[in-house]
């Protein structure tokens, strides 16, 4: 129920990507994508997305759900141009590891967006 593709380009890994399926409700989990700064804007992010989406339709997922915390315009728009959908944020959100001290508190307010992408209906 899980995969981890690498891109790789004159030998060289320049990008990630995970999906980690969930059978309680049968969707996939877009994990971990990340592309080398020095290869970003030549499409590897969409190809990479691209691989998760033939992986959960391959193995009859009904959607495909992401969560990110990404403040550049571009992840968002890279996921809105695969056919997901903005679902709402969550204010606050705590990262995995954060104590939630008063010092990260005031440091790190970081909005946490989800994605989701309905690939059939249940």
Not at 5 to 28: P, Y
């Amino acid at each position: 129920g899980s995969c981890f593709w690498v891109a790789v380009l004159d030998g060289n890994v320049v990008g990630i990507v995970a999906a980690r399926g969930n059978e309680e409700d049968n969707t996939v989990e877009l994990r971990r994508m990340s592309v080398d700064s020095n290869y970003r804007g030549k499409g590897i992010a969409k190809a990479l997305g691209r691989k998760v989406l033939e992986f959960a339709m391959l193995n009859n997922y009904s959607s495909v759900v992401l969560g990110t915390t990404a403040v550049k315009m571009a992840a968002h728009k890279l996921y809105e141009s695969l056919g997901f959908k903005h679902m709402g944020v969550v204010e606050h959100y705590a990262l995995p590891g954060m104590t939630r001290s008063l010092l990260e508190r005031m440091f790190f307010q970081v909005r946490y967006h989800r994605y989701r992408l309905q690939l059939r209906e249940e």
